[in-house]
């Protein structure tokens, strides 16, 4: 007699592996490593609640779901669930348990809307709506050999650098200003009206797969003005995963040059592949990844719940 035993349980460090391979099946977009889950488990933010719990079928590690509340805004009892389970165990129940778990352990700590992020297929909008999420906003992801050439740098406004953001490597308070600055009118349901800089400095600057080589900063009398923030898994796979400019910079092209001399440098460092993702109303950044050569490869959507 066959055995079909599902267990949820909370993560340990040795399942990173089999996590990260959930992850990312199907998915060659997402550039997510096994070390920066452990590390994300590891640094713990009490007023975060991070918890990552996985699905275990028979002692194999299925799936997972990484859940927490959502800090950096003014906004209260907002919490994100984000997971997944290998296609061959989907449709077994193992999605459904991990959802729930999370839910219960949000709603526990004053979450009343948990967000998700769901892939933009028929499947998972059906899974997400017959348990009570409604669709939000959209994002596509976008993909770019990186053997083939990049367009030619645009001429550069006087007085502008580009610059590693290992410069600032003794001090990133600068950069976390430019982030701050610019993230506040990102596209999204949730602003992201007050981040702080011990938070942004602990799930931001000191993420082991962030490459502050080929993090680029555009530099205009001293300052940060611009930046595309630089993920890898350390191989061949290159994740651009935030880039902005302060909206005192914005019409200067210093997005552009920050994201090209970053893709450049990539290049250099032997990386092969570069995937992004942006939000769907978001036509200069579009604009500017159409520009450089990105093309889309998949496509997502926001799942919301009110759990209270």
């Given amino acids: 007699m066959t055995s079909t035993e599902l267990t949820i349980r909370d993560f340990r460090p040795d399942d990173a592996e089999a996590v990260m391979a959930a992850h990312r099946a199907g998915r060659e977009h997402l550039v997510f490593t096994a070390e920066a889950l452990r590390w994300l488990n590891a640094r713990q933010n009490p007023d975060e609640h991070f918890r990552v719990l996985v699905a275990e079928w028979d002692g194999r590690v299925v799936g997972a779901v990484r859940c927490g509340v959502v800090l950096g805004t003014t906004t209260e009892g907002v919490g994100y669930a984000n997971g997944s389970v290998l296609p061959e165990f989907r449709r077994r129940g193992a999605a459904t348990a991990l959802l729930a778990a999370a839910e219960r352990h949000l709603a526990e700590h004053g979450v009343a809307a948990l967000h998700t992020w769901l892939d933009d297929v028929p499947g998972s909008l059906a899974f997400a709506a017959a348990r009570g ?6 994002a596509q992801f976008a993909g770019r050999d990186l053997t083939l050439p990049l367009p030619p740098e645009p001429v550069r406004p006087a007085g502008v650098e580009l610059r590693p953001a290992a410069d600032w490597a003794a001090d990133p308070r ?8 610019a993230a506040a009118d990102e596209p999204g349901e949730v602003p992201m009206d007050a981040l702080e800089y011990e938070e942004w400095r602990r799930s ?11 993090t680029v900063v555009a530099v205009v009398d001293g300052a940060p003005a611009a930046f595309s923030l630089a993920q890898t898994d350390g191989v061949d796979r290159y994740w651009s995963a935030f880039t902005a400019c302060r909206p005192e910079f914005r019409g200067r092209g210093l997005t552009k040059l920050a994201k090209l001399e970053s893709l450049r440098r990539a290049v250099a460092a032997g990386y092969r592949h570069a995937y992004t993702s942006n939000d769907t109303t978001n036509a200069p950044m579009l604009a ?21």
Avoid: T
């Avoid at 931001?204 to 080929?214: G, K, N």
């Fill in 288 to 308: 500017i990844n159409e520009w450089l050569g990105y093309e889309r490869c998949a496509g997502e959507r926001k799942g919301i719940k009110r759990l209270k």
């Fill in 174 to 181: 600068p950069l976390f200003l430019a982030d701050a600055d």
């Fill in 204 to 214: 931001v600057w000191e993420r082991p797969d962030l490459d502050r080589e080929l």
């Fill in 133 to 138: 999420y409604e669709l939000g906003r959209s």
